[in-house]
């Protein structure tokens, strides 16, 4: 791989012709149509907000270097940004007239407010640039070794720029679109940002069945996202058709996973609907995201519950008695093993070697107090499993 380093540009030659697509939220060019300054595979434009965007300009201001820049060279006198996207997005948004900045009495100037001596100022800013020149896989490994430097990659910002090409694009058009629509109703059970590909890494998650990796690589040259836009499709459909309530507790959920593990159920949401509000307000449920697959499930396994146990206070109590009475009686204080025949039929455990167990299982309406409480030793209280 072959590196240049340029020191005669300045923003004024990189921003000349600087064309910003408000609509995407991207830079796309710039000196004079030499520069892709987005590039398919780059993350979105992530310094729109009145502070890393300002304070780029105020590094200029004040001659702060700005840091290095790195461009791919991609054909005869043409170039990709690799790093450097943000910051030069910044500044030619500044020069169009996209934001403002504040000037020494607190009022917002924007470019072509300020004084013809400033403006120049930040024209005239030289700027320090690498450009590489080489085979694609050794450009890749350049890009995850520089990117470890400044706000690091996203796993899924990496893959896309691995696997550039029009799957990308159109995956990224559809999952990493702020402006679309359905980015609200997906956030109610996505967690992350749109901007740093979590959507898309989601999607891709799911219908790849957690092999993004292959999945990416297997539909590198896909001309169209048809599989993965109706997977995703199917599996929030889903979600909103059988919990029709939104909880907090739902964004983030593994809805992958319970896809393909529950969607071939049939579900009442109206009955869903008043388990879920039953189980929310019970004060025994202590893991509220749990609820989601329990219900799923058939409402069986109350490991996902993590349901509150006896206090201690209680477990001795009834320990005290059960030990009494055993005693008395020549049998052991584990029920369970007093109707056994084995040698454990008489063993008194040690109030550590048991555990507490409800009655009546909790799932089957059992209280967690003193009268539904019974201590089993060890092996028999494991054995019962179900709360
Ligand atoms: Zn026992």
Same mark, same amino acid.
């Given at each position: 791989?072959?590196?240049?380093?340029?020191?005669?540009?300045?923003?004024?030659?990189?921003?000349?012709?600087?064309?910003?697509?408000?609509?995407?939220?991207?830079g796309?060019?710039?000196?004079?149509?030499?520069?892709?300054?987005?590039?398919?595979?780059?993350?979105?434009?992530?310094?729109?907000?009145?502070?890393?965007?300002?304070?780029?300009?105020?590094?200029?201001?004040?001659?702060?270097?700005?840091?290095?820049?790195?461009?791919?060279?991609v054909?005869?006198?043409?170039?990709e940004?690799?790093?450097?996207?943000?910051?030069?997005?910044?500044?030619?948004? !500044?020069?169009?007239?996209?934001?403002?900045?504040?000037?020494?009495?607190g009022?917002?100037?924007?470019?072509?407010?300020?004084?013809?001596?400033?403006?120049?100022?930040?024209y005239?800013?030289?700027?320090?640039? #690498?450009?590489c020149?080489?085979?694609?896989?050794?450009?890749?490994?350049?890009?995850?070794?520089?990117?470890?430097?400044?706000?690091?990659?996203?796993?899924?910002?990496?893959?896309?720029?691995?696997?550039?090409?029009?799957?990308?694009?159109?995956?990224?058009?559809?999952?990493?679109?702020?402006?679309?629509? #359905?980015?609200?109703?997906?956030?109610?059970?996505?967690?992350?940002?749109?901007?740093?590909?979590?959507?898309?890494?989601?999607?891709?998650?799911?219908?790849?069945?957690?092999?993004?990796?292959? #999945?990416?690589?297997?539909?590198?040259?896909?001309?169209?996202?048809?599989?993965?836009?109706?997977?995703?499709?199917?599996?929030?459909?889903?979600?909103?058709?059988?919990?029709?309530?939104?909880?907090?507790?739902?964004?983030?959920?593994?809805?992958?996973?319970? #896809?393909?593990?529950?969607?071939?159920?049939?579900?009442?949401?109206?009955?869903?609907?008043?388990?879920?509000?039953?189980?929310?307000?019970?004060? !025994?449920?202590?893991?509220?995201?749990?609820?989601?697959?329990?219900?799923?499930?058939?409402?069986k396994?109350?490991?996902l519950?993590?349901?509150?146990? !006896?206090?201690?206070?209680?477990?001795?109590?009834?320990?005290?008695?059960?030990?009494?009475?055993a005693?008395?009686?020549?049998?052991?204080?584990?029920?369970?093993?007093?109707?056994?025949?084995?040698?454990?039929?008489?063993?008194?455990?040690?109030?550590?070697?048991?555990?507490?167990?409800?009655?009546?299982?909790?799932?089957?309406?059992?209280?967690?107090?003193?009268?539904?409480?019974?201590?089993?030793?060890?092996?028999?209280?494991?054995?019962?499993?179900?709360?």
């Amino acid at each position: 791989m072959k590196t240049i380093l340029k020191t005669n540009l300045t923003v004024k030659d990189i921003t000349d012709g600087f064309v910003y697509n408000e609509y995407e939220g991207k830079g796309l060019f710039g000196w004079s149509g030499r520069l892709t300054i987005q590039p398919e595979y780059q993350r979105n434009y992530i310094y729109a907000d009145g502070k890393k965007d300002v304070a780029v300009i105020d590094s200029i201001l004040k001659g702060y270097p700005l840091g290095l820049l790195y461009f791919v060279k991609v054909g005869e006198d043409k170039y990709e940004v690799l790093d450097g996207q943000q910051r030069i997005t910044s500044f030619g948004r !500044f020069i169009t007239n996209k934001f403002a900045i504040k000037d020494d009495n607190g009022m917002e100037q924007y470019f072509d407010g300020l004084d013809n001596e400033i403006q120049d100022k930040i024209y005239n800013t030289p700027l320090t640039i #690498y450009i590489c020149e080489g085979e694609e896989p050794e450009i890749k490994k350049w890009f995850e070794i520089i990117n470890i430097a400044g706000v690091p990659l996203k796993n899924q910002e990496l893959l896309n720029s691995i696997y550039s090409g029009k799957f990308v694009t159109l995956a990224r058009e559809e999952f990493s679109n702020p402006q679309n629509a #359905y980015i609200q109703k997906w956030s109610a059970y996505i967690r992350g940002d749109v901007n740093r590909q979590d959507f898309l890494e989601t999607a891709l998650r799911w219908v790849s069945k957690d092999n993004i990796d292959n #999945y990416m690589s297997k539909h590198r040259t896909d001309e169209n996202i048809n599989e993965l836009k109706s997977y995703f499709n199917s599996v929030i459909d889903w979600i909103s058709s059988v919990f029709v309530d939104v909880k907090p507790e739902m964004r983030g959920l593994d809805w992958g996973r319970l #896809y393909e593990t529950y969607h071939k159920n049939s579900y009442n949401p109206t009955d869903v609907s008043n388990k879920l509000s039953e189980l929310y307000s019970d004060p !025994f449920v202590k893991d509220t995201k749990g609820i989601f697959e329990y219900i799923l499930g058939g409402c069986k396994d109350t490991k996902l519950l993590n349901i509150r146990l !006896f206090d201690e206070n209680v477990t001795r109590v009834k320990y005290e008695m059960q030990t009494k009475n055993a005693k008395e009686k020549e049998i052991s204080n584990c029920p369970l093993c007093a109707i056994g025949d084995n040698n454990n039929k008489t063993r008194i455990w040690e109030f550590k070697e048991m555990d507490a167990d409800h009655v009546t299982a909790w799932s089957k309406g059992g209280a967690t107090d003193i009268d539904n409480c019974e201590m089993l030793c060890q092996t028999h209280n494991r054995a019962k499993g179900n709360r």
